[in-house]
């Protein structure tokens, strides 16, 4: 397997700059209002969804977040670099996937490098504003403020799971009717 740059490698990877954009974008405007009440914004009028500013210094649901900083800092920054440094990798070398699995990775990629560049630069964790009333489902009556990054990561690996899963399922069903 030699590294290939072909069109349909790099293609999807507008994907990952522009989540690593929006993602950013969004984050901007949201330091400009304090952390907590700064501005709560009720977005439809009936509390289903708040924008406002909250910092996370873990992970998700704030898991991690009593570790100690040089914990945080190898738990938190070096292994998912490493991780998406090992997706990104294995875009590139692999024929292994699809085209939508492309497009899935590139964005997991840019949801992630966004969060990485928060936890990197902004001493007050991570950026997230987005909350969603969930009506007591799962035991949560909001759930946990998150923001674009965590978005496109937990789309993009749902939608990469689905299309590995009937991908497999599809070649399995060939190879059974090839026999």
């Known amino acids: 397997m030699k590294l290939e740059l072909r069109k349909e490698r790099i293609v999807p990877l507008s994907l990952t700059a522009f989540i690593i954009l929006a993602d950013q974008i969004t984050k901007a405007i949201i330091v400009k209002l304090r952390p907590g009440i700064g501005l709560v914004k009720d977005v439809f009028n009936n509390d289903f969804l708040l924008i406002y500013h909250a910092r996370n210094k873990a992970i998700a649901f704030s898991l991690g977040e009593n570790f100690p900083d040089p914990v945080k800092k190898i738990a938190f920054i070096i292994i998912p670099v490493f991780v998406l440094g090992f ?17 899935a990775a590139a964005g997991i990629i840019g949801g992630g490098l966004g969060n990485i ?11 997230d504003f987005i909350s969603v009333r969930l009506y007591g489902f799962l035991g949560f009556e909001r759930w946990p403020t998150f923001n674009l990054a965590d978005s496109s990561v937990v789309v993009c690996c749902i939608l990469l799971f689905v299309s590995i899963f009937i991908t497999s399922a599809v070649q399995k069903k060939t190879g059974a009717e090839n026999e």
């Open 117 to 127: 560049i928060d936890r990197i630069f902004r001493a007050d964790g991570v950026v």
């Open 87 to 103: 997706l990104l990798w294995y875009y590139f070398k692999s024929d292994d996937f699809t085209n939508i699995q492309r497009w």
